[in-house]
């Protein structure tokens, strides 16, 4: 089992910047790659980032020149930075872990950007 907790959602106004923080406990060593989703109220949640075990982290192109994803092993921590944040970019944010094996997500930072 792997517990996400994520931080860092508030309210910011437009051209505004957050960083929010995903910290992953339990077996840890069984994580082969963690993800950012978002949902905004009466719509789908969609991925927004994804950085593997091993290999290149993706950010989605609608989001890609704005926001950042990287990871602190040190700290079991996964960091989505964003920057120049849009109304659109009001949304729950959702941190994901994956393996072949795993599926476990946290419960949620609400980010509000306000125009």
């Known amino acids: 089992q792997v517990q996400l907790v994520e931080s860092g959602g508030g309210e910011v106004q437009a051209g505004g910047s957050l960083r929010l923080s995903c910290v992953a406990s339990g077996r840890i060593s069984s994580i082969n790659g963690m993800n950012w989703y978002r949902q905004a109220p009466g719509k789908q949640r969609e991925i927004v980032a994804s950085?593997?075990?091993?290999?290149?982290?993706h950010v989605e192109d609608s989001v890609k020149d704005r926001f950042t994803i990287s990871r602190d092993d040190a700290k079991n921590t996964v960091y989505l930075q964003m920057s120049s944040l849009k109304p659109e970019d009001t949304a729950v944010y959702y941190c994901?872990?994956?393996?072949?094996?795993?599926?476990?997500w946290g419960q949620g930072t609400q980010v509000t950007v306000s125009s």
């Open positions: 994901n872990a994956v393996s072949f094996n795993l599926n476990s």
């Open positions: 950085i593997p075990k091993l290999g290149v982290a």
